[in-house]
């Protein structure tokens, strides 16, 4: 599904270069569940925002399903991240004056998915995420933990083959975070990729396989048998 | 994106931010009810002053002594303080034996003080002959207009406007038989005119004097000659035809071969409405052009509070783009905004402008007594929903290609 070789992010910082990213090269198959670690600029959240088109890199090659980065206008990029990717943020990214079902709705605004067909699939993206009750209400009104399930339920709702989720459960208390890495997690047993970028080990071994990630570089790659039953020592 | 997802998601921002919208419309609505209400007004002066000029009669033309002037808007000789004597009682005797001309009626002016008891004035007089009152349908409300003995007997006698009967008279007192003095010439008032506001020619009636021609020829200017000629045409023939039948007796009259050394103008009430027409014409676009100086500050401020709108506003536009929304689609969102503000700001606009005309038109004919004319042109509506428009798009275009160029990974990051 995504394929990756040598791939380089160079920043200009107040005219000084910034290498983010310095050439790594890994591959990522449809259905893991990948977690990319790393401390604090590292370079990991550089990585997500490459895999999920929201940035170009400056070297390497990028492969999406098969298809280069490279070839593929910016409309292009909007086009792939609105039919085949989910983004979870840290800080959710909700508009908070509108409610649950409008911010579940905003990706198909931009999708070729009609009108009629988009009140079904808000409605069983946000039961999915357990909160069907809270569908009329002001996202700025919920909970930390019952916003990131809104922003889970708002990147299910155009059924994408991948899931980006940067640092999921920064902003929540143990209990919330285990609430999202189970539902990522279910997500995962139901067939979608998803790729988790954190610092947390234990939010880390959710995932079947681990990339550490240190100065732009990989550290190490390894697949793991999945830790999930340390759920309780989350955090 | 749906168009009418667009405009769903742009109405929903706008209602979010009720009282900033209402503030960043308040400069397009008084530019567009500035700009509604000047050509209203100016529509109605202009109807106005059309109507009192036909009011006169269509057959009706004006004969001014001087040579023709080149243009329409370069003054005659008359009007230029040059003294032209060549207009005299034989032209008016030619002039009334033409078939095609019913009457002619020949005027003097000039100005002095009036003066009863006390009170005095200085005005506009006016010498001419009885059959004036007719030409020019003015009506005498009290009393009598002076008959064609006064003037061949060039008696004392003067007809005034009800204005100036106020000044000299006071409301109560009546004006009729009164003995007034002017340029130390004793007048009876034997009538006053009705109201009716400015007269024909932008004479106001309401001031004015008006004795025999004879009297103020012989007593008050010293004067043989006369300063201008109405003329009435016989509505059995067509207006073009009389006015090139005066031309004729004129040249006739006057010894004139040459058809370029006129010594006269003459003017059809085509000719004067077409002037006025012109004139208030540019100075109804002229004052539209200053009113349209607060649209473009309204349109500024429509700019700056959406550049506002959009950096405040940031990680919302990096959120969409980040699940799907292209560059278009955002430019699309904050465009639709800046003119959704305009126009609503227009409709507003408009219909303020409305009122106030609605209202200036009460008051001008329950007060003044003026017959104005309540004028809301629809040039004016559409002209004010298109510069609206046009507005929202010329000044929301720069703040909403801000939006769209904006790097979604950016976006988001912005604190």
């Excluded at chain 2, 033409?98 to 009036?114: C, K, R, Y």
Aim: hydrophobic fraction near 45%.
């Amino acid at each position: 599904m995504i394929e990756v070789s040598d791939l380089k992010k160079e920043y200009l910082e107040e005219e000084t270069p910034t290498r983010a990213l310095r050439g790594v090269t890994f591959s990522i198959e449809k259905g893991e569940f990948v977690s990319v670690m790393g401390p604090s600029g590292s370079g990991k959240s550089t990585l997500l925002h490459i895999l999920s088109f929201l940035d170009r890199p400056t070297g390497g090659s990028y492969k999406f399903q098969g298809k280069s980065i490279d070839e593929m206008t910016d409309k292009e990029l909007a086009q792939v991240r609105n039919k085949d990717m989910g983004f979870v943020f840290q800080s959710f990214n909700l508009l908070s004056r509108l409610t649950v079902y409008d911010n579940v709705e905003i990706p198909l605004l931009y999708s070729d998915i009609p009108p009629s067909k988009r009140a079904t699939l808000v409605e069983e993206a946000v039961r999915s995420v357990g909160l069907e009750e809270k569908l009329h209400t002001e996202a700025g009104k919920l909970s930390g933990g019952q916003k990131q399930r809104v922003a889970i339920a708002r990147a299910l709702v155009t059924d994408p083959n991948i899931i980006f989720a940067d640092e999921p459960t920064g902003n929540l208390d143990s209990e919330s975070g285990l609430q999202v890495m189970e539902i990522l997690e279910s997500l995962n047993d139901k067939g979608r990729t998803v790729v988790l970028v954190t610092h947390e080990t234990q939010t880390a071994e959710f995932a079947n396989r681990i990339i550490r990630i240190k100065d732009g570089m990989i550290e190490s790659d390894k697949e793991i048998i999945a830790n999930r039953h340390h759920r309780g020592n989350l955090k | 994106m749906l168009f009418r997802d667009a405009f769903k998601t742009s109405t929903r921002s706008l209602t979010h931010g009720k009282m900033r919208s209402i503030l960043t419309m308040l400069g397009i609505v008084i530019g567009i009810a500035s700009v509604i209400i000047l050509m209203s007004i100016g529509q109605s002066a202009q109807d106005l002053i059309i109507n009192q000029v036909q009011s006169v009669g269509s057959n009706l033309i004006v004969v001014i002594p001087g040579t023709p002037s080149n243009g329409k808007f370069s003054p005659s000789a008359a009007e230029q303080g040059i003294v032209v004597t060549t207009l005299r009682q034989k032209d008016i005797d030619a002039l009334e034996r033409e078939p095609s001309i019913d009457a002619a009626a020949p005027l003097v002016s000039g100005q002095a003080e009036i003066v009863y008891g006390n009170n005095n004035k200085i005005v506009s007089y006016q010498g001419v002959t009885a059959n004036m009152f007719v030409i020019r349908n003015l009506t005498v409300g009290k009393g009598f207009a002076f008959t064609k003995a006064d003037v061949d007997s060039a008696n004392h006698v003067i007809v005034i406007g009800p204005g100036l009967a106020t000044t000299l008279f006071g409301p109560y007192v009546n004006p009729i038989d009164k003995i007034i003095r002017m340029k130390n010439i004793s007048f009876r008032v034997v009538g006053v005119l009705a109201k009716g506001g400015t007269g024909a020619f932008g004479v106001d009636q309401g001031n004015i004097a008006i004795i025999p021609i004879t009297i103020a020829q012989k007593q008050l200017l010293g004067i043989s000659y006369f300063s201008t000629a109405l003329v009435q045409a016989n509505q059995k023939y067509d207006i073009t035809f009389a006015e090139s039948r005066i031309r004729f007796t004129l040249r006739q009259s006057h010894g004139i071969t040459d058809p370029n050394k006129d010594d006269f103008n003459i003017l059809t009430q085509a000719d004067i409405l077409s002037i006025l027409g012109t004139i208030t014409s540019v100075l109804t676009l002229f004052l539209a052009a200053i009113a349209s100086i607060s649209l473009i500050v309204g349109g500024i401020g429509i700019m700056n509070i959406m550049l506002v709108s959009v950096t405040e506003r940031t990680r919302e536009i990096g959120l969409r783009k980040a699940v799907g929304a292209t560059n278009n689609d955002i430019l699309q969102q904050f465009l639709i905004e800046s003119v959704l503000l305009t126009f609503i700001g227009g409709i507003i606009g408009i219909a303020i402008g409305a009122g106030i005309v609605g209202l200036i038109y009460f008051v001008l004919s329950t007060f003044f007594s003026i017959g104005w004319v309540f004028a809301f042109p629809i040039s004016a509506v559409i002209l004010g929903l298109a510069v609206s428009g046009i507005a929202g798009m010329a000044f929301g275009i720069y703040p909403a290609y801000q939006a769209g160029k904006k790097n979604p990974i950016d976006a988001l990051r912005y604190e």
